[in-house]
């Protein structure tokens, strides 16, 4: 019988033996190449997502209406925000959606990626992998369209469906309750592909032998699961909380086309509230104080998220 | 020839670098026409392919009859007028100084609010072939874009808002087609007789009659005004939302949903694949759905105006292209504005059976041709009468945050026609924020 130890994340992992291949060489001389090659890449940041930044940084100390000359206003949009009577319940119906569909897409698409890496003919492997990560290349308002199209309450196919199985109607997009779970459904399906394609390569990438000498030790699929899959699988799984919540808390095309944010706020989320502040209402500086303190939430977010990993995230 | 990899590849990174600077000084090289030049710039609202290749065709018609002018033209997108208009303000910010600009009569405010406007009343009065022009066009329609007393553009098309009904669904249900003198009860039971269970599982799978959720031009609009209403006062300065005419209005159409004569609202653009196909017998829009409709090969019906409540009144809008202040050739962007309500590109929005325009033509001799031509549908002739003949909403509810109000307006009939919210306090609420949206 192994000692537990040997099951334990990291322990006999056949990369930890091997040294792998040797970390190429830095030779002088290289820095003038090395900056040539990546001054594009700092260029577009520095023009596409810093200067934005600090462009809506300053903004938001305005008061300005994109047609006139702006006003500086202080910290007068940031004191408004502590006085909006919708932004916290935005902020609700925000969290509420992202947090359930960070949750499918790394609960589920773990599930299904174990599912697809099971034995089955390789081209029914083939029509799953397509069939999920198809609606990821979709644009998000023509996934919203159509399912917008599905969802209604009174000519919809899916109530249809469902009243085959004597199942009432339900206002999938006109009722607070089922808006936001709509919204939850759509961005999902059209999401959880990209989930599922990482999980199937940090399956692929976690060695065979693991899993055989567990069997020959006699442990069970959970174990397995638990003792080898799960913690070697730990940072994949880190990534997509991380990158899934970003996303998840950023989504705008599901909710604008299928409920436009409704009903009342029940299914808006916050970058929805912020487009209509700038666009709808021309309130720039608004607009962008909203921008600047729903950034600072997503960096603290992820940072404790990176905190909490060092608990539960094995990189080797 | 033997070329050292790192150098090439060097090379290349620079040229990358090189370019990335040059397109981004492309596209900042957007210097204005100077002002001894014979050039306009125009901003269009391109909302689909209609709309590309209608302003082209402006475009192109006018520069072949003035050889020295060149004509530019600058599509914007926007998921409504609203949007539009936000995606302009975004460009004039960012530097652009168009000479003229669509906008809709809901526009006008906005415009002028903003004093991006140069009025045209001046040109009116100096301008010898002015006058003739005014005369063919209905008076609703100068009035629908004059503010404060300014003539913020002549109007080149516009529509009104009428009944489309289906006639197979009609005919089928052995229901007489509407006439023009309906009322309220008339409808409710024509849409009525018009719902139907048609696979026999207790609920019914087609509808009397149904309206745009995502607009309120042709959603609540007729009904209000149609019930002595309107959603701000006349000088656009003071919201009037919880009026007992717009109660009554909103409650009617919560009741046609409530007693499953309605579907649940749902956005234009499904209204129209649901009409098309049966599921609704009845909508209410302008003429812009034929230019979908018929292109499609579906013919299958015929207009109607709203059905008279305690009033009757036509709700319209208009689209024109005013001139800018920005504007560096202030009198060719006139002569271009005059251009488009000549007879020449009039003509475009009447169209042909196969290819209808999808507007109204504002003048009157040009209008009476649409059912000459054959476009149809049948009753197009009440297109132009509903203005002519009828009284009309003025002025159209459309304070100068058009876009704040409407999508507020919407947020909360959703909750009422949701039966989230009774229809006395969906409409307080919503009174109480427009009262800090609707100002002068």
Known sequence: MTTSSTLRPGAGDHAVADPG???????????????????????????FVLAPTVGVLGLSFYNWNLLSDGSFVGLDNFDRLLHDERLLGVYGSTTYMALAILAVNVVAGLLLAVLLETRMPRWLRGFFRLSFLFPFVVSASAVALIWRFLLNKDLGLVNYLLGLAHIDRIDWLGSSAFAPVSVIIVNSWKTIGFSILVYIAGLQSIPNQLREAAIVDGAGAWTRFWRITFPL????????????????????????????????DSSRTIVEYLYDRAFGDFDLGYASAIGITFALVLVVLTAIQFWFSRRWTHYS | MNIPQRKVALACAVTALAATALAGCASGSDTPPSSGNKSLEIVYWNYGPAAESGNKATADSFMASHADVKVTLTPVTGEN????????????????????????????????????????????????????IVDDIAKGLIDGFTVKGDVVTLTYGWNDMVVYYNTDVFKKAGVEPPSADWTWDDFKATAKKLTADTNNDGKPDQYGFTWASNEIFPGIMPWV???????TSDDVCTATADTPQVNKAVTFLNDLIKEGIAPAPMPMSDVFTRFQNGQVAMFGAGRWPIATFLP??????????????DTYKTVFGGAGYPILKSSQNPDLAWEYQKFTVSDEIEKQYVGTPDKPGDSIPSRRSVAETISKVGVPPANSDLYYDSIDKYPTLVPYPAPAKYSTFESTVLRHLQQIFAAETPVADGLKSLQSELSGIVTC
């Not at chain 1, 899934?244 to 950023?250: E, G, H, W, Y």
């Open chain 1, 21 to 47: 291949p040797p970390a190429p060489r830095t030779r002088r001389g290289d820095g003038p190449a090395a900056l040539a090659f990546l001054t594009p890449s700092i260029l577009m940041f520095l023009v």
């Open chain 2, 81 to 132: 007028w609203g949007t539009y208009y936000a995606n302009v303000a975004t460009l004039i910010a960012s530097g652009k100084r168009p000479d003229l600009m669509v906008i809709s009569g809901e526009g006008a405010q906005f415009v002028h609010a903003n004093n991006l406007v140069q009025p045209i009343n001046a040109y009116l009065d100096k301008d010898a072939g002015a006058k003739a």
């Open chain 2, 225 to 231: 005004a149609n019930a002595g209403g309107n959603l």
């Open chain 2, 296 to 309: 499609a090969g579906f013919k299958a019906f015929d207009i109607q105006l709203y059905p008279k409540g």
């Open chain 1, 233 to 264: 699988l730990s940072p994949t799984i880190f990534f997509l909380v991380v990158i899934n919540t970003i996303n998840s808390f950023q989504i705008f095309a599901e909710p604008r086309v299928l409920t436009q944010g409704g009903p009342g």
